[in-house]
């Protein structure tokens, strides 16, 4: 089966430069989430998109914004990066239809700002 | 964290006993969610509990729900090597805001 697919796995990038990063969801899935963890630390929730419309925020930077496109696939950009922007982030996406179900998450993209 | 604490934090213990983690979280809520991570790698998802119910199993994973206690706990019987990870609950609080607790880390001796 189709999985959430994230690109590109590993990253490296230097302080103050911009990163791009890339979810594919489930096909037919409508919702799309964007977690950043820490070393050692749970998912912090960044932001969420239903059906293609912004649907909630979390505690993302200034310097960070997300959209989704007409295919569905997600892209989170983060400009001015900082050294405490490395870390693992995680998109994930669910069916769901008005009633919170189950997300399914992508393996990721480790981040490293040097 | 944003949702709320997990208890313990880390448990080790020999293949073949139980493992039991628990977590508590702040607000009303339609569903409460287990997920495993092994290190450095996405979330699993495990079981999804709705407020309504009490209890689910699914194998060898017990899931309980106390709404009046706003608190869960995950029970793994029989434990085995490869249950080794990180266990967190999860809940929505929004309309697609999914937020996690601190988890627990879970090893299991051989």
């Known amino acids: 089966a189709a999985g959430v697919i994230q690109s590109p796995r590993h990253l490296i990038k230097e302080k103050r430069e911009t990163a791009t990063l890339k979810c594919y969801p489930i096909?037919?899935?409508?919702?799309v989430y964007w977690y950043q963890q820490g070393p050692g630390q749970d998912p912090q929730f960044l932001i969420s998109f239903y059906e293609k419309m912004q649907s909630d925020k979390g505690s993302i930077p200034d310097r960070f914004s997300a959209q989704q496109f007409s295919d569905y696939h997600s892209e989170l950009n983060m400009s001015s990066l900082e050294l405490g922007d490395s870390a693992l982030y995680f998109c994930?996406?669910?069916?769901?239809?008005?009633?919170?179900?189950?997300?399914?998450f992508g393996q990721g993209t480790r981040l490293t700002v040097v | 964290s944003q949702q709320g604490e997990e208890d313990p934090q880390a448990l080790s213990i020999q293949e073949g006993e139980n493992a039991t983690m628990n977590c508590s979280y702040k607000?009303?809520?339609?569903?409460l969610q287990w997920y495993r991570q092994n290190s450095g790698r996405g979330l699993v998802h495990l079981i999804l509990?709705?407020?309504?119910?009490r209890e689910k199993h699914s194998g060898r994973l017990r899931v309980t729900l106390d709404t009046s206690k706003k608190s869960s706990s995950l029970l793994i019987t029989a434990s085995r090597a490869a249950d080794t990870a990180s266990y967190f609950c999860?809940?929505?609080?929004?309309?697609?805001?999914?937020?996690f607790g601190q988890g627990t880390r879970l090893t299991i001796n051989p």
């Open positions: 096909p037919r899935h409508d919702t």
């Open positions: 509990i709705r407020s309504n119910e």
């Open positions: 994930a996406s669910s069916l769901d239809r008005g009633v919170n179900t189950e997300a399914f």
């Open positions: 607000t009303s809520i339609n569903n």
């Open positions: 999860a809940t929505f609080q929004g309309a697609q805001k999914l937020v």
